[in-house]
């Protein structure tokens, strides 16, 4: 299957600060790109999509002014988690999708384990 | 009302031993897509199977196949001959549509348990 990479896959910070999150698609271009958050023991619930070149579209209840997401080129969209909280703890997964055999299949980063002290 | 729904919390089986997965779905849509993903404890999402709406066969890949029942709208993932590393979280999901920017949706999720 495709190649989707995101990094880092965990990362630790003051409250107050900002973390950045790339998701990578490596062997295939995607114009769109998916974010989920991951409670533990929850399923995924999408944050946003990210479209190459034009701005996200954010679901219902998802701050963009906390959540940024820029998609500046073909192969790389990246979440901005500004002035993190507590709160903000979370599981963040990205997805990109691929055509394969006349099929869409999402394929998903490895995720990254975000902790805010 | 739930769109994709996973009634099993939790899902015990014998190594060797087939196990299925129940995936309900609800949509209006004519079409549409089912997958399942697999999500060990280290938090990647590993794709396992897809099923088109129009499709007239169930989906196989390898050990894992899906039994779908238009009809009942539900989407089963069956594993056959479980191994140890089939333990995980398994999740089913929809797409509203057959374009690649149309999202997907998640059911809550089965916790699958193979015991030697």
């Known amino acids: 299957g495709a190649v989707v990479s995101q990094h880092p896959s965990w990362v630790i910070c003051k409250s107050g600060t900002s973390v950045k999150i790339e998701c990578r698609s490596l062997?295939?271009?995607?114009?769109?790109m998916f974010w989920y958050r991951q409670f533990p023991k929850q399923s995924l619930m999408l944050m946003a999509t990210?479209?190459?070149?034009?701005?996200?579209?954010?679901e219902q209840g998802v701050e963009k002014d906390k959540f940024l997401i820029n998609h500046a080129s073909l192969t790389l969209s990246t979440l901005t988690v500004t002035s993190a909280h507590p709160e903000d703890s979370s599981f963040y997964i990205c997805?990109?999708?691929?055509?394969?055999?006349?099929?869409?299949?999402?394929?998903f980063g490895a995720g990254t384990r975000l902790s805010v002290l | 009302a739930q769109k994709i729904t996973q009634t099993q919390p939790g899902m015990f089986v014998q190594e060797k031993e087939a196990v299925t997965l129940d995936c309900t779905y609800d949509?209006?849509?004519?079409?549409?897509?089912l997958f399942w993903y697999k999500q060990p404890s280290s938090g990647e999402m590993i794709f396992l199977i897809y099923?088109?709406?129009?499709?007239?066969q169930n989906a196989t890949e390898g050990r894992y196949s899906l039994n779908f029942q238009k009809a009942r709208k539900s989407a089963n993932l069956v594993i056959s001959a479980s191994q140890l590393g089939d333990s995980a979280m398994y999740f089913c999901?929809?797409?509203?549509?057959?374009?690649?920017?149309?999202?997907?949706?998640f059911g809550t999720g089965t916790r699958l348990q193979v015991f030697p």
């Open positions: 997805s990109a999708p691929h055509r394969t055999s006349n099929k869409n299949i999402q394929y």
């Open positions: 062997d295939f271009q995607a114009t769109t």
């Open positions: 990210s479209n190459e070149g034009s701005k996200a579209t954010y």
């Open positions: 949509t209006s849509d004519p079409s549409y897509g």
């Open positions: 099923q088109g709406s129009y499709d007239q």
């Open positions: 999901a929809m797409r509203e549509g057959r374009s690649n920017t149309d999202k997907l949706i």
